[in-house]
Every structure is written in C-alpha cells, then in structure tokens.
C-alpha cells in the first residue's frame, strides 16, 4: 500500500490489493483478505495422507473478507 501512495495511485481507487490468508497484518490495515480454512486444509492433507479421501472429490471453502482496499 504505501509502495501504491508513493507512486501516486490511490488505493482503492486507483488500484486495489488483496491480501492472503486474513493475518494480523491484513486486519489492522484494513486489507481486504482471502481467508483460509486452515483446520480443514490439515485435516484433508492428513486424510489424503492415510488414503482416505480421493484428491479429485476435495472441496474447500473459502471466504472473501473486503475491506479498505477494493
């Protein structure tokens, strides 16, 4: 974002950014996030590991969190 200020876009006006996996970071700057479900994601390798799921059936969800910057 400040890269963005420096070169004179405004944000989210000019140009929109959207951060990855709704950290800390994202929450307290108001970036609009992709937030992961995590558990699911281990839970699912961890399956997959013990041959317990097909790979080509898995689905996970995710949500879009928007904030300042879009």
């Given at each position: 974002m400040l890269q963005a200020r420096q070169s004179?876009?405004?944000?989210?006006r000019s140009v929109g950014i959207i951060g990855?996996?709704?950290d800390g970071v994202a929450k307290t700057l108001g970036i609009t996030t992709v937030s992961l479900p995590l558990?699911?994601?281990?839970?699912?390798?961890f399956d997959?590991?013990?041959?317990?799921k097909d790979?080509?059936?898995?689905?996970l969800k995710f949500r879009l969190i928007k904030r300042k910057t879009v």
């Open positions: 004179g876009k405004n944000v989210p990855f996996n709704n558990e699911q994601i281990g839970k699912t390798a997959l590991s013990q041959l317990e790979p080509a059936k898995i689905k």
